[in-house]
């Protein structure tokens, strides 16, 4: 997973080539030419916040218990996949009480194990003896998801397939050559298998991404819009609809735009390592002309994206993972956690655990705002139904109308009619969250400085964490 993430900049934003800066408009301007805002099924997306991402494959059933990372040329036997205890029910309940909206479950991974019923190739849970070969585990992780009411969605890896002998894209382990329109055409046969059978998707991962169909890479992008047209795609050349942040630790940096250059100038060059490529992941460019919001992926147990034993003692602390939630959600980025059932097919208690504490801390700090409100222009009020202590403000604008907002004061009322600063800052996006020492008010204003049109407030809110 983490040299997978790495490899993300062949096949991501990377370019040192910024869009033109842009016109800023005066507060009285609605809605001007040209103003980049995202797709409905890209604001459903963040609108979700949190995610969790649920890897098991077939090498945990290897000689060994062996994780992902052996798994690039080696393949096993079917018959020893045998999850006894398989229960997505567990999973998912799991994730909900983390807070997460969404879920994915590793239908294939690098080892090119198919975890449905498929006759593509004889390696899958079809071959399995497990459930006599009659069993499913995409088929019961999206079930699972929607009776929990969790958008669920898939991870498909056309980056890697050992039964394939495919690395960065290419048979022959990465050479090309003979096979490599064969597998191609399989991934889109995969593909679509995924997206007509189980209902409406959040989206469907492509770990590391694909290239694109004239460099031999599949032609995934109408099978999306035939079966799928609501799903977020994350990602190939032609279709890039949010982005990695450039890390591993559940953290983007400040300030992180919703938008990227624009596609055709990122795809010219995303094969070099521009010298600003992760700086450009991690901020984003206020002026940029595509719509791509930022992604901040971490691992429960640091830093094993597959179970391993006895490694208890790197799960997250309730602290990290709460800082994380600021530093991803709080800084205009979903968030995704991954989750790791054992071989058995259950979820380790203390990851539940953990799960069940993390969502609990979040919902504590902002399940109950003391005041909040809305609005348009350069300048909202919001009054407390009483005077109060308040340590948190949460703003959000409307971002079905773009982001608009480039610098913001947030101000407090204090002994009587003065008003002082609390926070400040430049993006907002879907979320901005904002910790500061404790202050009695009576009520704050948030004044928008500078923006690009006039500003839409979707919220702004306050609150008192214990």
Partial sequence: MNVSRRRFLTTAVTTSVLAPAAVRWAFGADTPHGLVKPLPRQKMWQDCEVGAIFHFDMPLFAPGGRTHRNSIRETWNPGTYNPTKLDTDQWIAAAKAMGARYAIFTATHFNGFLQWQSDL????????????????????????CRNAGILPGLYMSCFRNAYWKVDRYRVNYG??????????????????????????????????GNISPEDGGPDLVPIADRYQPNMVFYHCPERREHRWIGNEHGSAAYPCWATMPNLESAEKLHKGKTPNWRQLLQHGDPDGRLWSPGMADMTLRNHYWFWRPNTEKKIESVDRLVRCYYESVGRNCNLVVGLTPDPTGLLPEPDVRRCVEFGAAIRTRFGRPIAETDGRGSQITLELPAPAKIDHVVLMEAIESGERIRKYIVEA???????????DGSSVGHKRIQQFKPVEVAKIRLRITESIAKPQIRKLAVYSAP
């Avoid at 497990?130 to 019961?140: E, F, I, L, Y």
């Fill in 413 to 423: 009322s204090v002994e009587g009619d003065r008003w002082v600063s609390i926070c």
């Fill in 121 to 144: 190739y004889p390696y899958g849970v079809k071959q399995a003896s497990w459930r006599s070969g009659k069993g499913d585990v995409v088929h019961d992780f999206v079930n699972s």
């Fill in 175 to 208: 050479k090309g050559g003979p096979g490599q329109a064969a597998f191609a055409r399989t991934c889109e046969k995969m593909f679509e298998q995924l997206c007509s059978r189980y209902g409406d998707l959040i989206q469907i991962w492509f770990d590391a």
